[in-house]
Structures are given as structure tokens and as C-alpha cells.
């Protein structure tokens, strides 16, 4: 019984980390668009159908790797380096200036930030946007996540996301590792 | 055998011949029961589950077939996104193609092989027994991850990059990977044992040129097997590696090789092509024999071109890569090699036809669909030698022209054969004949709707419809056609239908078939229909190539063999002179513990590399239980 109740709740998040959503309902894609912003724009709550769908765009790894196609395509890497950081802050060294969650980075993609982020807001779609703040999230996760991209096909300069590349940086350890080499398997 | 007994244990010759085979009943009989059906060791019974399992795939893979042909029939169809149809094209050629082609040759083989070489067993009959838990497996992986929105979408070849870790998101890619894994190993271990069995347990007096011609074939696709198998294993592998630990096999960036991916897939993927046809060529040499009433023409040719066709198989990969950009050299000796695989085709295609003139054929429905054999994979061989060609490759690669070519050589050089020899040896595997009208019904359906779906689609690739496509658009000239194909294969699926109910209702309550129904020169009709847990009684000795038309009346035997354990003859390899009295395993759930801490270890090995440390241990508990030594001794000379 316990196995039958295991083997169905690995099913569903199954379902659930590879459903691949090529085109939001735009009700819905309205609808993640609001979200709750404190005062201070930092920090605040996803809009009510974030959770309905099942917080898809932290966990879903067809939306991390569209993310990371994303931070290709629109020039993240110029400033942020591949997370690492260079004129832009780093995603790697466990520090967030506006905090860690995801409507913090969405309003920082979207609406963007003093000091020379620039707002993404009207060159990308909402989804676009979720997808690009999951990925960003995942750069820097203390935690390898099954559903998060593998290496790109390019010279490689720092453990894959999958590896949880933020982790091996911020513990030390008795031997730290260095950015530029791979963890062991 | 005739040596004096030189241990204690009750032989053969001293009982009477009803005692003796009670005697050898108790001793190889599989216990009924829940346990004793997951312990058995008997090839028959494995085998029988090996067909059934291979055909179940085969329907579920004509099920995503019928799928995309609706999906086609119209222009702009909704049915299918693209997403569930990259799935589906990818599930229905890795389905038909690992899960069933393969395994079903080789199934065939687990059957047949021992009874036709007259032995008791296979050899290493408790790998036989893991290989069958472990291609189960393989299955249900692709299928349940199928049916969680996980199913592979890169193509049943899965070319990196596409497949690679930039483009495969998620597990999908890893999930087709470690299915490669799962039949792979399946098959090596048939091949194994299939080499063994061939080799040194044939019966008395079997010598090389006394073989039939399925088993020679059987011995050759077990070569490749064992010869092939090995390089997709490590693409595969390295893939799952490049994907999870971040390697750098295909990345060309840090020195790694996009095209090692083709060459590693297709130095495999060519002669998969030929493990597939090389049983049912020698399916149909061997079911020739009693349907044209005479010896198949050309004995010595026939097992000739089987070695060659195996031999030139592994030089002409790179032709599936032609558009990939070759060095001129590489262009002609491909293609040279390409057309040269025609010849030993050719020389079986004429000698069946010279069987057929010089016989007085019985046209039952085994040799209808051999008859359809020849004519479909002569129309596939001609498009192939097309192919051969580089400037016709280039232009008609990745469009319907090879989809068409490849399911007549497939359906036509493989399917056909492979429902022939259901319908011919269904009385040796259930003990009734199948139904000769639904059987004639079921090969006219078959025939006419295969034809008529697939060599439309000759047309269709040169018009310039490519592969892989989830719709088209209504102001292209494909349409018509396209609906007219997927009218057609209603007719197919009628017949498949057909043949799966005559299946169904000859094993229950088709007409009892006698030992030898079709008056067929080979061992496995020397025994009962269908066959008991031990064979044959006493083992036979051979004397010619059609050793029940030369000795009608009184076969031969050998005697001397214990009753009350389990005990076959070994021969020597090239002149089957005995050898010695080998002891056959008994029976064990060793290898289905295997299987599952296997299994355990190769679908946790997708998810954490630690799966490989962890999961060993279960791996190698199981093995120890499974060889734990018995204290007794293994032969006697």
C-alpha cells in the first residue's frame, strides 16, 4: 500500500516536473502577471494562481531550461557573467540584494532595479519572465534540484546547475572547490 | 553414449521407457504455483513469455502508430500538439524497434533454438531467466514514463545536441538512454547463451552442414549482437553522463565530438538492422522446407550469405550519415559497400524462388506470408540500393521516401516472417493449430493495407514531405494522399486485429495439433506439440539435414543420460561428437532478484551518479546468492 501511495506521488511530480506548457491561457498569464509587491518593492507574495498551477516555474524543468535559454538570449550574461557576476551582481555567492524569492527577482526582471538593471517588462512575456526568475533562483540554490538544466554544449566555467554550483562555492569545507572545477560525481 | 555408468544416479537405459519419462518429468517440470512461474528456468516457458510480452509491445506501438496516422490524415489536424507527437514518433520507433524487433527474434530463438538443435535446455538457462525480468523491465520504464508526460521526444536515434544536456530538458532524453541499457543487456545475455547452445549442445551427430538454416541465422545475429550492442551501450552511457555529471563526450566546446554520437549510434543501428532480419531470413529458409515439399535450394549459399551479409553489415554505417558531410572517399566506399550488401540478399531471394519452382508448393498461410516477404522486401531492397546512392540521399533524406523504405524492409523483411513462423510454429509453442481461414483473411488484410499504406509514401517524401512533422498546411499538395494512407491503414490494423484474434482463439480452442502437423524434416517436431518440461526423452542423434525426412520411421537415439537430475549432452563444436553429461541448472529466483536490484541501480543512476555506488549493493548480494557454489559436481566425461 505504501508502495502503491509512494509510486503515485513520484507519478504525479512526474507529470508535473516535465509538462511542457508551450502557450499560456492569457487569463492566466494575466493573472500571474499581478503580483503583491511590499512597499519597499522587495520581497511580497505571488498572485493566488502560482500556487493553483503548482508553483510550475520553480519546478518544472522544461521552464528552468527555457530560463536559461532566456538569460542567453537576453544578454543576462553581459553584465551577471554566468552567474558568477562582473558589472552586474553575482547569483552565486548566497547574497541577494533584493532577497532570494521569486517575486523578488520577477520584479527585478520585469520592472527593474536602480543602478542599472534594466526593465525587462516590455520585451518579454509574463511566462517568459517566470521562466527567466526560475532559473536565476536555481543558479544560485544551496540545493542541486532534479528538474534543473545540465552544462551547455561550451566551454565550461563552473559546475552545471544541476550540481548546485552556489552550494559547492559557499561551503568550504576541508578541500573547497574552486569555481572553475567540477564537484566529484 | 554407450559408456559404462560411472557414478551412482539412475540413467535412462535402465528404466523402462514409461517410468522414464515420469522420471524426467519430476526432475525438469516447473513447480505450479506463484513462485515456481517466477523461479522457472525452463527456455520454453521464458520463451513463451518472451513472444507474448514482444507482441503486446507491438500492438501498443501500433496504437501510437494509428495515432499519427489521424493525426495526418488532415491538414492542421488537433489531435496531437507537437509536444505529445515528438513523444509519439520517438515511443513508436525505440518501442518497435528495442522492445519489439529485437526481442522478438530473439525470443523466437529462446524457443526454438534448443528444441531444433535437440537439447533439454539453453544454455545458462538462469540468464535466460534474467535477461526476460530485465527486458520487462526496460519496458515498463519507457511505457510508464510514456504515460507520466515523460516519454523520450528526440527521435528513436536521439542525435545530440538535440538530445544532449543544452536541448533535452527534464529526464526524457535519460529515460530513452537507460532503456537502450535494459534491452541491451537483454539481448547480450540471449546472445550468450544462444552462441553456447549453438555451439557445444547440439545433438549427436549435428554437424556444421547438418544445422538448420534458422539456427545458423540465430548464431549469426547472436555474433552482432554481441559485436554491436557494446557500442551503443557506451553512447549511451556517456550521454546519461554528459547529461547528469556534466562529462564533456559530445561537447565540442571542451573537445568533445558531436558526430561521435552518429558514428557510436549507427556502427550499431546498421547491423541492429540485420539482427533483425538475419532470424527471419532463416525463418523463412527453414519454414520453405515443408511448404514446397522439398529441401530449401542451395543449403550451402544460404548460410554463406547469412555470414556475409553479417560481415559487410558493420561496413556501411556512415550511410545513414551522408548529409552529415563526408570526405569523397568516404562517400564512394559507402556507398560501395551499401550496394554490395545486395548481393548475399539476392542470392537467398533466388534460391527461396528456386525452391518454390522446383517444389510443389502447399500455399497455407505460412507460406503466404513468405511469398509477401519476398515481393515487400524486394521493393524495400530496390529503394535501398536508391538510397545507396549519395546525391539521392541527399535529396530525399529526412523526408517520407525513407520512412517508407525502411517499414518495407522492417514490416516487409522482418513482420512478415515473423507472423509465417507464429502461424507455423503455434502448435509446437501451444499444442493447437491456428484457424487456416482467419490466417488467409488476416495475410490479404495485412498485405494489401501495408502496401497500400506505406508505398504512397515513396511519393509523398519525393513531393518533399519531411519526417517527423506533427501537421502540414491545407495549400500544400500532400492531403490527398495523406488521407488516403491513413484510410489504408485502417485495412492494416483490420488485419493485425484479425491475426490477434485467431491468435486468442486457437490457443483456446483451435483444432489439437498432432507432433508434426506440417510433415517438417527439423527436430523440434520429433517431440510432442507442445513440447514436455524435458524435450525430448531421449536425446536424438542426427544423421542428415532433415534427419524426420531421411529416418521417417525411426529416429535415433541416444541413451546413457541420468533421470534424476538434470543432465544434457555436450558436443564437440564442429562434428557434434559427444563430449560429456553436463548438469543443467535447476531452478532459482536468484536472477529475478537480480533483475530487480538491476533495475533499482539503472533507474536511480538517471536521477544521482551515487545510484552507481548504492545500487551495486543490492546488485552484488543478489549475484552472490544467485552463483552461492552447491557442493555438487558440475559434469562427468
Sequence with gaps: MAGVLLALATALAGCQREERQLRLDPPIADALDKIALMPNRISGAPPDVYFVLGKPYEVNAYNLSQGKRLYAWFGCKSCHGDGQGGSGPGFLDGWWYYGPEMVSIFASIRDGRPHGMPAFGDRMTTDQIWQLAGYVQTIGSYEGKTAAPSRNDEKQTRPAENRAPAKLLFDEGPSPVHPDQGPTP | ???????????????????????????????????????????????????????????????????????????????????????????????????????????????????????????????????????????????????????????????????????????????????????????????????????????????????????????????????????????????????????????PAEGGDVLLWQHLFWFFGHPEVYIIFLPAAGMVSTMIEPFARRPAFGYLGLVMALIATGILSFGLWVHHMFVAGLPRLGDSFFTASSMAIAIPAGIQIFCWIATLWDGRPVFKTPLLFIIGFIVTFVIGGLTGVMVASVPFDTQVHDTYFVVAHFH??????????????????????????????????????????????????????????????????????????????????????????????????????????????????????????????????????????????????????????????????????????????????????????????????????????????????????????????????????
Design chain 2, 1 to 251: 553414449m554407450n559408456r559404462p555408468a560411472t557414478t551412482t544416479g539412475m540413467r535412462d537405459i535402465d528404466i523402462a521407457r514409461t517410468k522414464l519419462t515420469g522420471a524426467l518429468a519430476e526432475t525438469w517440470t516447473t513447480p505450479s504455483g506463484f513462485w515456481g512461474a517466477l523461479a522457472t528456468v525452463d527456455h520454453k516457458i521464458i520463451g513463451r513469455r518472451y513472444i507474448f510480452t514482444a507482441f503486446v509491445f507491438l500492438a501498443l506501438g501500433g496504437v501510437l502508430a494509428a495515432l499519427m496516422r489521424i493525426q495526418l490524415a488532415q491538414p492542421e489536424a488537433r489531435l496531437l500538439g507537437p509536444d505529445r507527437y515528438n513523444q509519439i514518433f520517438t515511443m513508436h520507433g525505440a518501442n518497435m524497434m528495442f522492445l519489439f524487433a529485437v526481442p522478438v527474434m530473439e525470443a523466437v530463438a529462446v524457443y526454438l533454438v534448443p528444441l531444433m538443435v535437440g537439447t533439454r535446455n539453453i544454455a545458462f538457462p538462469r540468464l535466460n531467466a534474467f535477461s526476460y525480468w530485465i527486458y520487462l523491465a526496460g519496458g515498463m520504464l519507457l511505457w510508464t514514463a510514456f504515460a507520466l508526460d515523460m516519454g523520450p521526444d528526440v527521435g528513436w536515434f536521439a542525435y545530440v545536441p538535440l538530445s544532449g544536456p543544452q536541448y533535452g530538458a527534464g529526464k526524457r532524453a535519460d529515460i530513452w538512454a537507460q532503456m537502450i541499457t535494459f534491452t541491451e543487456l537483454s539481448a547480450l545475455a540471449v546472445a550468450v547463451e544462444l552462441v553456447v547452445t549453438i555451439f557445444k549442445q547440439r545433438a549427436p551427430g549435428m554437424t556444421l552442414d547438418r544445422i538448420p538454416v534458422f539456427v545458423w541465422a540465430m548464431l549469426v545475429t547472436s555474433f552482432l549482437v554481441i559485436m554491436a550492442m557494446p557500442a551503443i551501450m557506451i553512447a549511451s552511457t556517456s550521454l546519461i553522463l554528459d547529461r547528469l555529471v556534466g562529462t564533456h563526450f559530445y561537447n
Design chain 2, 408 to 637: 518495407y524492409v522492417l514490416i516487409g523483411g522482418a513482420v512478415f516472417p515473423l507472423l509465417g513462423t507464429i502461424h507455423y510454429w503455434f502448435p509446437k509453442l501451444t499444442g493447437r493449430m491456428m484457424s487456416e481461414t482467419l490466417g488467409r483473411w488476416s495475410f490479404w488484410l495485412i498485405f494489401i493495407g501495408f502496401n497500400a499504406t506505406f508505398f504512397p509514401m515513396h511519393i509523398l517524401g519525393l513531393e518533399g514531405m519531411p519526417r517527423r512533422i506533427y501537421t502540414y498546411q491545407p495549400d500544400l499538395p500532400w492531403h490527398g494522399l495523406n488521407l488516403f494512407i491513413s484510410l489504408s491503414a485502417v485495412i492494416l490494423i483490420a488485419g493485425f486485429l484479425l491475426f490477434f484474434v485467431n491468435v486468442i482463439r486457437s490457443a483456446r480452442s483451435g483444432e489439437v495439433a498432432p507432433d508434426n502437423p506440417w510433415d517438417a524434416p527439423t527436430l523440434e517436431w520429433a517431440t510432442t506439440s507442445p513440447p514436455p518440461s524435458y524435450n525430448f526423452a531421449m536425446i536424438p542423434v542426427v544423421g542428415s539435414l532433415h534427419p524426420l525426412w531421411s529416418e521417417r520411421d525411426t529416429l535415433p537415439v541416444a541413451d546413457g543420460l541420468r533421470t534424476d537430475r538434470r543432465e544434457l549432452i555436450v558436443t564437440t563444436l564442429a562434428t557434434a561428437e559427444p563430449q560429456a553429461r553436463d548438469a543443467s541448472p535447476q531452478n532459482s529466483i536468484w536472477p529475478l532478484w537480480a533483475a530487480i536490484a538491476t533495475t533499482i541501480m539503472l533507474i536511480w543512476s538517471i536521477f544521482s551518479p551515487w545510484a552507481v555506488v548504492w545500487g551495486s549493493i543490492p546488485v552484488a548480494v543478489a549475484l552472490i546468492g544467485w552463483f552461492w557454489p552447491k557442493g555438487t559436481p558440475e559434469d562427468e566425461s
